[in-house]
């Protein structure tokens, strides 16, 4: 069957749901901390992700603990062929790198941490000065609009390849400790992302889908929460770039085969 006979698996009209995983790689970031008796920058953070270990595997399939992983999860509406809006929630996590000395300007009034900081710089090995970490998560709900174009068609599966932007808000729930300060456990309307994202949807029988995906973007965070004692004044801001790995499967329904 050549691709110009193709079955449309993402007519007009269709749904898919989708359910995934991810990987995340996030830029460095200046992280600006003010609060009472306290205003400064720490330059140039490092952070990683943290997925679930695959010795772990039952956070994978136990439905009471599916949403612990890195995990994805979205629909799309096509609202012409091929052509899909998709409303999804990225529960990404960033943790900061502990092992780092990272250069500090600004200044805090408690002299026992002050006396942390040499030479301006600060190193944040021990964890006694800061742990940071967006890790229940860092939660971007966004919507994107998709191209999907049909590079093969066989008897059983098509192949799409998809491309697009998306663009939404973050609401972590940020573990952050800060100079012996109770963190602020709580979800919060954070900050903004922009992304560009690309895929490959391997579509079986016209209904069952796997898909990878990579996205590319933007995270601005004016407003991190890192402590209880003082939640309207002790704040956080940063920004990054980031890239994320999506991979998982999906379903479509109303879909039709095209004569």
């Known amino acids: 069957m050549s691709v110009n006979a193709q079955r449309e ?71 012409k062929d091929n052509v899909g809006i998709t409303f999804g929630i990225d529960h990404m996590k960033y943790v900061m790198d502990q092992n780092q000395t990272v250069d500090f300007n600004g200044y805090i009034n408690d002299p026992a941490y002050a006396g942390m900081v040499n030479n301006g ?75 560009a994202r690309t895929g490959v949807n391997v579509v079986f029988w016209n209904h069952l889908v796997a898909k990878a995906e990579v996205k590319y973007g933007y995270i601005n965070l004016p407003s991190v929460r890192t402590t209880e004692e003082n939640v309207k004044i002790d704040k956080a801001t940063q920004d990054f770039t980031f890239c994320e790995l999506v991979f998982g499967i999906g379903y479509t329904f109303n879909t039709k085969k095209q004569k």
């Open 9 to 79: 698996a993402f007519k007009k009209g269709s749904v898919m749901v989708f359910w995934g995983w991810n990987r995340g790689w996030f830029g460095n970031s200046d992280i600006h901390f003010y609060g009472q008796n306290y205003n400064f920058t720490l330059n140039n953070v490092s952070a990683h992700d943290r997925p679930t270990p695959i010795s772990e595997f039952d956070h994978y399939i136990n439905p009471t603990k599916i949403s612990i992983p890195q995990v994805n999860y979205n629909i799309t509406y096509f609202i």
């Open 121 to 195: 710089k600060i190193d944040l090995s021990n964890g006694e000065f800061l742990k940071y970490e967006h890790t229940n998560g860092l939660n971007y709900l966004n919507l994107g609009l998709q191209k999907y174009k049909q590079i093969l068609n066989k008897n059983k599966f098509d192949i799409f390849w998809n491309y697009g932007l998306g663009a939404g808000v973050l609401v972590p729930k940020t573990d952050a400790t800060l100079m012996g300060k109770g963190e602020s456990d709580h979800f919060h309307l954070a900050g903004f992302g922009l992304d």
